[in-house]
């Protein structure tokens, strides 16, 4: 590995003994030492489970190779049926070792770092599913040690990128407009610069928000389920496909009808809110989370509303009515056209079916809608009726 100037190769030297200290346990330093040299977050995460870090997750026996040391020979070795020379590998990879024992720290071998951090991680990953009396106390306090240090990590990362971000005028809300995370290779994560916030490209800081938000997500799903409605409320950047199955796996509906908001995903909180409606058999239950979640949508999202309306004029007209018109207040000539478009077209498809009564109900809506209105255009109506 080539180096520019001391500094840098310091730098390297500091990365590689934080690993052997998150290995050894001694989390705060490590991340602390993490937090010093604005190190790549998605390196950092990596040493956590899948259940933390998702995709970027690397094994024990990656970590030092990851944060530039010497490569481990026998994940590199092609395994076939020939018996290969284990002596040639036992050699290559005790100098490997030794190498790393002068680069990291001489007080703690390769061969220690990868069996504490292969402990760790197995540690962490199955934790959730042992009893009491599978998992030690020691082991769990560790664990609950490397958390913590994490969201220490997460935190100073979420705010300090926060800040680099506005100062180029980037902020969460804008989340949706970028591309997602998941359609960036772990190489190219892993590639990103180990330099201070302020040096990133923005499209750098994105990334460096969008890594730093879903594994704070992760972690509060993994380990504090009952504080993570508080943080579904705030603007964020985490990639929602990291974190819906999980919601939808443990019930979390309103936490994760609060991300879609958030990231602009109307169609699937609506979408949710309809289904979970199903569950409901008294009306007002089964219809005003969705009517309160369409109150709150601006008019540039008029199609969605009338599109998720739908099923409510079907449910219940009156009510369906009383939010379109009464409460939300609408005045504008293409939201009313819409709206006396869409009740003359449920006037013709109850007549269609023989359905007399439905037909008589929406169509007497539509008379009243008529009445007492002047926000619609009647040439666009009556060349609809004409039709």
Known sequence: MAY??????????????????????????????FIELDLNPAKVG?????????????????????????????????????????????????????LLEQSVSPAMPVKATVRRGAAFV???????????????????EKVNRSVDALWQYLTDRRLKVAGALAAVHIAPAQSHQWPFLSETLTEELFALPNIPLPLLTPEQLVRFAQ???????????????????????????????????????REKFAELIYVYRGKKMHAKALNLLQQLSEKETDMR??????????????????????????????????????????EKGEESLAFHDRLAELCL???????????????????????????????????????????
């Open 4 to 33: 520019s100037n001391e500094d840098q190769r310091r730098t390297h030297i500091r990365a590689l003994h934080a690993v052997s200290q998150f290995c050894l346990g001694q989390f705060d330093d490590a991340i602390n030492s």
């Open 211 to 249: 890594i730093v938000d879903t594994a704070l997500f992760k972690s509060y799903l993994v380990t504090q389920p009952a504080l993570l409605g508080a943080l579904c409320r705030l603007a964020s950047w985490c990639e929602v496909s990291e974190i819906e199955e999980e919601l939808w796996a």
């Open 345 to 387: 077209n449920m006037t013709l498809s109850a007549r269609k079916r023989g359905d007399k009564a439905k037909e008589l109900e929406v169509y007497s809506r539509l008379l009243h809608f008529i009445d007492t209105t002047d926000h619609y255009c009647p040439d666009r109506l009556y060349g609809l009726l004409s039709e």
């Open 122 to 140: 197995a540690l962490l990953s199955s934790s959730k599913d042992k009893d009491d009396d599978i998992v030690s106390i020691s082991g769990k």
């Open 285 to 326: 239950d089964k219809l005003d989370p969705s009517i309160s979640y369409l109150r709150k949508l601006g008019p540039e999202y008029i199609n969605q509303v009338l599109e998720s309306s739908r099923w409510i004029f079907e449910t219940d007209r009156h009510m369906a009515f009383e939010y379109l018109i009464d």
């Open 46 to 98: 990596a040493l956590y489970p899948e259940r933390i870090a998702g995709r970027l997750s690397v094994p024990p026996d990656d970590w030092i190779p990851l944060f530039g040391g010497p490569v481990n020979q026998q994940s590199l070795t092609p395994k076939n049926d020939d018996a290969m020379s284990t002596k040639s590998q036992n050699d290559s990879n005790e100098s490997k070792e030794k």
